[in-house]
Each structure stands twice: as structure tokens, then as C-alpha cells.
């Protein structure tokens, strides 16, 4: 085992600007066990009178987690919003073509609204521009955003929401650049309906906060030109473009897992670079911003396809158990996207619950926390005020799939309000430590409050509902003397250090 050498370097004069909030976000998805046996669950011990999981909703707000998108994802471009709202005992139980899932409709627009208002969290609903038209978006936006006096906000008003659900931000549609997507289109046919759409929308209302789909990952043969052709339609119709980027371990090449978040940082790069170049030729000074709004660590590779599933009901799907190592990655996605804030300005991890998700539940047991619950619960709660520029020279690791990459990712915030400085340290080694030397200027930086780590023998070691082996240690070994913190990282650890003056 190596030690390797990293400095980083932090001055309070130098700031990427506030921490945005809403990277802090999650995605509701109809899928697998994610709403039904997930977040609903009528006939559990701890459902409320609308048939949703208190255990689940305290486990959402310990997350942290304050925006969720919904209800899809891939499920989105097949749904009709009409099916899902009025008395559940007439709603249509629908073939969900996306997951070959047969869709009871018994959770829709109106209970999720009311899910999200428990759970504290801004909702960020999708539109199906799949098989869905310019008119089925306005008349779910006329339905959620209008006060009354119209068909479809006085049925909202019928079916109990008197006042509106005020929904501020909504994508227009889900992965359209896929094959796999239904009613997948064109790079042009989608700019023009998303265009419209937004158009249309905004005669509703203005100041919608509007998502084009970006690509579907960074491996389409078409990333890049499908942002272009796409934002050459919508540039001034829309507010943000979407990104979703999902990582593995492949081949057993643990160095190149472990360095995800290199690739996710080129393609945030690659895609800021694409829209300001629509910008430039628009001779516009306007800037579409980004929406990280699904990304994680999924083995996608035990996953068998949609085109092998059987049409039935409440089947799990892609419940991956996560690993500490699963674990670091996702802290090391979650510090990427913060160092992003002047741009990302909205992430959401996909999915909240089952589905690839750091909650999980039993029928009719526990929900527990999975291994990558506690990076994400940790950097929502201290990842507070600004984010700072970050100054990192660090040794490098060759990984097959990125080249040279440093083993160290440093991120670091700080709140003027609570005069704290948090770092968040990723060691992207598989097995050498690090000796960091973190230099802060003009920063809170003599007292050490509280140092986090996710770190130990077995990196493949995960948590089941009976035990929580993956959990956050506090621990001591960084020494902080006259505004310099030094010490060593372990291999494949996340660590979490809280300064004060
Ligand atoms: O999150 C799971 C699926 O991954 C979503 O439905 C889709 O948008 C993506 O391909």
C-alpha cells in the first residue's frame, strides 16, 4: 500500500456562489416498488389515511431531500394524468407500457401533491410528450396551477384540492433521445413539440420554470448534437436542459468505478459548453442552466432489459443493495454536482425509494437505510451558504476507462450565517491512502467540529434491513494548526470535516 500526496488549496475571497438547494433532490417514479409498496402502502402498519408509509415519509425528510421529481422517468411518456385523479375506486387500471407493469392508478397527481407537502419537498413534475400532446401538458398544468373558474381547475377543486398545487417546475418529457423511450423522437421532432409545449405553457403562466430533455447519458452517439438541435428550438423557451447518468462497476475495474465522477464532471462541462454555444449563435445573453435530474450508481447490468419482463403487478425491479463502495461513489456524484452549483442548479437521485434508491422497504416491515443513504443525508445538511472554489493538485491513479485522474476529489462549502466550513474529501483509491494538506485562507479554520467518515476493510460490505454494517464513523485523524488540516485518507473512503473558528 502507497500513500499518496494531495494538496488542496481554499481562499474565502474565492467562490463558486451559493449552494442551490435543490441539488438536494429525489425522483418518484412509477416503477417497480418505488409508489406502490414504497412511498404507498395502504395496508401497512404505518400508512396515514391517504396510504402512505410514515416510517418512509420520516426517512425522506432525514434525507434531506427537498425537491422530488414525478412520476417518471421512462413511465411518463406512456401515462395519461387524467387516469390518476378522482375517486380512486374509478380510476382505470392501465398496461404501463415502460416497465410492463399493470398500473392500478391508485396514487396520481393529487396524492402525490399531498405526499410532497408531508414530506416537505418541492415537486418537479414531467409532462408526456411521448404519446402525450401539446394540449394533455396544458390542461395538467391548467388542472395543478390554475385558481378556478375552468374545466380542469374546478375538477382539481371536485376532487379536493381547492387551492392550486402551484407546481413551479416541469420537464418537458422524459429521455427522448432513446430508442427505448415511448413515442422516442427526432433530435428536431422533439425541439419543435418541446418548444410548443413551452410556448403553450407559458401562456398559462409565464414564470414556469421549464426542462428540456437533454440526453439520456453521455455514451448516446447523438450526445452533444441532440442538445444542440434540441436547445437551436428551445433556447429561449425553456430555463434548464437535463442530464441523467447512471455508473457501474464493470469488468471488476474497481479504479474507474470509483472515479464515476470524473465522467460526470466532463459531461456537466461538455453540456455547459453545448448550450452556451446555442447562446453565442443566438447572440443571446441568456444562459440555460442544468438539471442533473437523474443520476446514481445502478449495476445496470444485472438488470435483464423492459423487453424481458412480463406484464404483472407490484414487481420489484432493479432493487440494487448498495455497497460502501457504492457508497463513496455517490458521495463523490453529490460533491460534483455541488462544485457545479453556478450552473447545475437542480440534481435529483433516481430513484427515493427501492428502485435503485437509498430507502428500502419491506411489505408490511421496515423501511431501512441503504449504504448511500448517509453521504446524501450528510451534504444536504451541512452543504450550506456558498460553495468555494476549490484549488486541488493531487496525485493521479490510471483508470482504463478515464486515463490519469486525481485519486483525491476535494469539495468545500462555507456558510457565513453559521461561519462553518465543510470539506468533502473522496480518496478514489481502491487501495492506497492519501496524505492531504488543506491550506484555508481567509476562512473559519481553528477548530475541527466534527469529522465524518465512510471507510473500512470491506468495501463491498452493504446493508440489509437487520444490520447497518455501511454507517458513518466520527473519527479524529485530521489535526487542524493555524488554518492548515493534514492527515491521512483511507482507500476508498468519503469523508465529511466541519471547521469553525
Ligand atoms: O430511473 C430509472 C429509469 O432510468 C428512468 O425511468 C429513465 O428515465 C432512465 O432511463
Known amino acids: 500500500m502507497t500513500t499518496h500526496r494531495a494538496n488542496v488549496t481554499l481562499d474565502g475571497a474565492y467562490r463558486v456562489g451559493p449552494v442551490p438547494r435543490r441539488l438536494f433532490g429525489s425522483f418518484v417514479e412509477h416503477m417497480g416498488r418505488c409508489v406502490y409498496g414504497g412511498i404507498y402502502e395502504p395496508d401497512h402498519p404505518d400508512a396515514d389515511e391517504d396510504g402512505f408509509r410514515q416510517d418512509v415519509l420520516d426517512l425522506t425528510r432525514e434525507l434531506g431531500v427537498t425537491t422530488v421529481r414525478y412520476p417518471g422517468g421512462n413511465f411518463v411518456s406512456g401515462y395519461d394524468w387524467r387516469d390518476g385523479i378522482g ?28 405526499w410532497a407537502a408531508s414530506a416537505g419537498v418541492a415537486p418537479m413534475l414531467a409532462v408526456n410528450l411521448g404519446t402525450g400532446t401539446v394540449q394533455d401538458a396544458c390542461d395538467l398544468v391548467e388542472y395543478c ?9 374546478d375538477l382539481r377543486i371536485k376532487n ?14 422524459n429521455e427522448m433521445d432513446g430508442p427505448w423511450q415511448i413515442g422516442h423522437k427526432t433530435a428536431d421532432e422533439y425541439g419543435r413539440i418541446a418548444a410548443e409545449t413551452a410556448r ?17 447519458n453521455s455514451t448516446m452517439p447523438s450526445f452533444g448534437s441532440w442538445e444542440a438541435t ?13 442530464l441523467h447518468a447512471y455508473y457501474e462497476e464493470k469488468d471488476g475495474d474497481t479504479a474507474s468505478f470509483l472515479s464515476s465522477a470524473v465522467d460526470m464532471d466532463t459531461m456537466i462541462r461538455g453540456v455547459i459548453a ?26 445496470q447490468s444485472r438488470f435483464p432489459g423492459e423487453d424481458a419482463l412480463d406484464y404483472s403487478k407490484g414487481r420489484p425491479l432493479i432493487e440494487d443493495n448498495y455497497s460502501l463502495m457504492d457508497a463513496v461513489v455517490v458521495g463523490d456524484l453529490m460533491a460534483t454536482l455541488l462544485r457545479h452549483g453556478d450552473r447545475v442548479a437542480i440534481a435529483c437521485q433516481a430513484q427515493l425509494v427501492n428502485v435503485i434508491a437509498p430507502i428500502r422497504t419491506e411489505r408490511g416491515g421496515l423501511a431501512w437505510k441503504q449504504a448511500t443513504f448517509a453521504p446524501f443525508a450528510l451534504s444536504a445538511r451541512h452543504a450550506r451558504g456558498d460553495v468555494l472554489l476549490t484549488a486541488v493538485e493531487s496525485d493521479k491513479q490510471h483508470t482504463k476507462r478515464y486515463g490519469d485522474v486525481p485519486i483525491l476529489s476535494a469539495t468545500a462549502t462555507h456558510d457565513p450565517e453559521s461561519n462553518e466550513v465543510v470539506m468533502f474529501l473522496v480518496n478514489r483509491s481502491p487501495e492506497d491512502s492519501i496524505h492531504l494538506t488543506a491550506r484555508l ?26 444490520q447497518q454494517e455501511v454507517r ?21 473512503s468519503w469523508t465529511m470535516v466541519r471547521l469553525s473558528s
Open 200 to 216: 403553450a405553457l407559458r401562456r398559462i403562466d409565464p414564470t414556469l420554470e421549464l426542462i428540456a430533455c437533454g440526453s439520456s
Open 230 to 242: 434540441v436547445l437551436s428550438h428551445t433556447h429561449d423557451l425553456v430555463d434548464l436542459v437535463s
Open 160 to 173: 379536493g384540492a381547492h387551492q392550486p398545487h402551484d407546481v413551479r417546475t416541469w420537464c418537458l418529457g
Open 472 to 492: 458513518i464513523r466520527n473519527v479524529s485523524s485530521l489535526r487542524l494548526c493555524e488554518g492548515t488540516l493534514e492527515g491521512d485518507l483511507p482507500a476508498c
Open 441 to 466: 485562507h481567509d476562512l473559519p479554520s481553528t477548530k475541527i467540529l466534527q469529522q465524518a467518515e465512510l471507510a473500512g476493510p470491506d468495501m463491498r460490505v452493504i446493508n440489509t434491513a437487520a
Open 87 to 114: 375517486p380512486r375506486a374509478d380510476r382505470p387500471t392501465r398496461l404501463d407500457r415502460a416497465w410492463k407493469a399493470i398500473e392500478s392508478n391508485e396514487v396520481g397527481t393529487d396524492d402525490f401533491m399531498r
Open 274 to 299: 453545448t448550450a452556451d454555444s446555442v447562446a453565442a449563435r443566438l447572440r443571446s445573453s441568456k444562459r440555460v442552466n442544468l438539471s442533473f435530474d437523474e443520476w446514481n450508481v445502478w449495476h
Open 145 to 153: 396551477n390554475y385558481p378556478s373558474g375552468t374545466k380542469w381547475s
